[in-house]
């Protein structure tokens, strides 16, 4: 085994127990299972025979199952409605033994599900339940005051932004302004073109897409990447900058250089929730002592084990470990 392998896996056995502070949009993945037979006659569409239901943490709460599983301990901050979908992601939370202490319920809005419908291994179609309406001001000072609670404890934090209404531009730049003054590494999943919002973070993690979005320069070659990615540090004026590229890998971009790692991915079933194994990883790296390329390679494990699952998934320490190896 190479020497910076050991060292990766030095660095897999730290996780445990470390406080990683997650704030941002909480849903409720639901999965219908099934099996296709027949084509429907009033439609060309497949009939789904429904076989079993089962429910998953999304979003940020996605997030801090990914940490959990790693055997560290998130600390998680977020908004739920008062209905059963906010009870049921709330159980979920307990069942997989994730404190819900920094859980707002907001009484005026509902919980954002996602329903995933797949038959035979493949996803048919998704449905989203959602609210983006602006949370009250009353419900931005409860999370405020939970993060502020919880940010002590943390030796790293993740803003987890899926553009439902948790994370304003207002709160963000208050977000990274403290960890900043706490002097806590900040990594961001961001939703927004305007990568000025996330001015001042530790790392930003777009995919290629959210890259072409937010720096506008159509990605067509490596030399138009290099473009972009340089663009978007230039804008956030972070340490660091990590763009995922599905297949083909992701990039780390340090100032005015850039290093490539390749996919590990050895089969892929479903990318869903790849993002949140990426950033969790990631950030549970460096708080146990990685440098940000060892993290980021680790990263790269733990997203090459997730997506060779299927549903929503995370990487476990066993098998991160195996894949180093």
């Not at 050991?6 to 409720?28: E, H, N, R, T, W």
């Not at 009870?87 to 009484?107: A, N, P, Y």
């Not at 959602?130 to 919880?150: C, H, I, W």
């Not at 001042?200 to 995919?207: E, K, L």
């Amino acid at each position: 085994m190479s020497k910076n392998n050991q060292q990766l896996q030095k660095v897999v056995q730290q996780f445990s127990d470390q406080p990683i502070l997650v704030v941002g949009d909480l849903m409720l993945d639901r999965f219908v299972w099934g099996r296709v037979e027949r084509i429907s006659p009033e439609a060309p569409v497949p009939v789904v025979e429904v076989v079993k239901e089962t429910v998953h943490l999304g979003g940020a709460a996605n997030v801090a199952y990914n940490l959990a599983v790693l055997k560290a301990r998130p600390l998680l901050v977020g908004v739920v409605g008062s209905d059963e979908a906010g009870d049921r992601l709330v159980e979920e939370l307990h069942r997989q033994e994730i404190s819900s202490e920094g859980i707002v319920r907001d009484q005026g809005r509902s919980t954002t599900i996602k329903t995933r419908i797949i038959a035979h291994n493949q996803q048919v179609c998704r449905t989203d339940r959602e609210d983006k309406t602006p949370f009250s001001q009353g419900t931005v000072d409860q999370m405020r005051s939970a993060y502020q609670t919880l940010l002590e404890q943390a030796q790293g934090m993740i803003l987890s932004d899926y553009a439902k209404g948790a994370l304003s531009a207002a709160l963000v730049v208050d977000l990274i302004q403290e960890a900043r003054q706490a002097k806590k590494f900040l990594a961001v999943d961001p939703k927004s073109d305007d990568f000025s919002v996330y001015r001042g973070a530790s790392i930003v993690t777009p995919n290629k897409k959210e890259a072409v979005r937010a720096s506008g320069v159509e990605i067509v070659d490596e030399a138009s990447f290099i473009q972009a990615g340089e663009k978007l540090l230039e804008v956030i004026a972070s340490d660091y900058l990590l763009i995922t590229r599905g297949e083909e890998g992701m990039t780390l971009f340090e100032g005015k250089e850039h290093s490539h790692i390749p996919t590990v991915a050895r089969e892929v079933f479903d990318v869903s929730g790849a993002g949140d194994t990426v950033i969790a990883s990631l950030t549970l790296a460096v708080a146990a002592g990685a440098s940000i390329r060892d993290a980021a390679i680790l990263a790269n494990h733990a997203a090459g084990v997730a997506v060779g699952k299927l549903g929503t998934a995370a990487a476990t320490g066993e098998e991160i470990l195996s894949s180093i190896g």
